[in-house]
């Protein structure tokens, strides 16, 4: 049996740019980078309903890169979805809390004081500054900054504390992570399962945290969170960016996960993919 495998699940009609995904319960709540919703896939009956996360209520798509939130992350506590900006801009800094239970939102926060520790903490400019992965571990949370700009630092932040808004420890730890075909792989969703991380790192041929590039390709790799050293990669696709990631079943030894794909293009539909990966 083959030690990975990818298999296509369905297309997301209507949602051009998925960038980040939780799975619950045979829905998968899905974020956008181009959207202020926060969508939920039914996959039995196969529908899609949608939440505005704009405190007037209101949600767009196929919002401008200028204006949009940018909404990279996503991750929850069991109780509550935690949805965050990347932090790539100042318009890019919300934290939208929605309940598990309606779907509603709960509260709307700016992350400018977190991030901009962050920046300080880990000697990083705006430039290289671009958060594509959150998770959430027993009062824990762990950061991934995507190094796709001029710097290239990929880095996990974790973050403890009271608060993350105002009252929190930081520790900040870069990693590195291998090339496809001699361009950079970076940061774009991770998830923890048990006592490993696995996340995902595409290659995106740009320097640059705002402006997208030439796709080379999309890697699967496993962390050791207490050593924050990389165990694992695979490479898993030579012209896709897979951004989202999480986890679907478990099946010894080996680990199903969902993943999303953004292809940076508002005319084409993302899609969700099955990837059985070997722990």
């Known amino acids: 049996m083959k030690q990975i495998t990818l298999e296509l699940l369905f297309h997301l009609f209507g949602i051009s740019a998925a960038s980040g995904l939780v799975y619950d319960n045979t829905q998968i709540h899905l974020i956008s980078d181009d959207s202020s919703y926060l969508y939920h896939y039914n996959m ?76 300080s903490f880990a000697n990083l400019n705006d430039a290289n500054f671009n958060i594509e992965g959150v998770i959430f571990d027993n009062d824990t949370w762990y950061f991934f900054n995507r190094g796709n700009g001029p710097k290239k630092q990929n880095g996990i932040f974790v973050v403890t504390g009271d608060n993350i808004l105002n009252d929190f420890r930081i520790t900040y730890t870069p990693i590195s992570l291998p090339k496809i075909d001699k361009v950079q792989t970076s940061f774009t969703d991770a998830v923890k399962v048990d006592d490993k991380i696995y996340f995902l790192a595409a290659a995106e041929n740009t320097d640059s945290a705002f402006e997208d590039g030439e796709v080379n390709g999309t890697l699967v790799g496993r ?9 694992k990669t695979k490479i898993i696709s030579k012209d896709k960016k897979f951004e989202g990631i999480a986890l679907y079943k478990k099946d010894k030894p080996f ?25």
Not at 79 to 91: A, H, I, Q
Not at 257 to 273: H, K, Q, T
């Open 223 to 231: 962390i050791n969170p207490k050593k924050m050293k990389v165990e």
């Open 44 to 119: 039995h009956t196969e529908k899609i309903s949608k939440t505005p996360l704009a405190e007037d209520g209101i949600g767009l798509e196929k919002i401008t890169k200028s204006d949009k939130p940018d909404f990279e992350s996503i991750t929850t506590d069991g109780v509550n979805y935690f949805l965050f900006g990347s932090g790539s801009t100042e318009k890019r800094i919300d934290l939208i809390e929605v309940s598990k239970i309606t779907n509603e939102v709960i509260s709307v926060h700016k992350l400018d004081i977190l991030y901009e520790s962050m920046k």
């Open 255 to 279: 680990l199903e996960f969902l993943i999303c794909d953004d292809a940076d293009n508002p005319s084409e539909n993302s899609a969700v993919y099955k990837l059985r990966f070997k722990k």
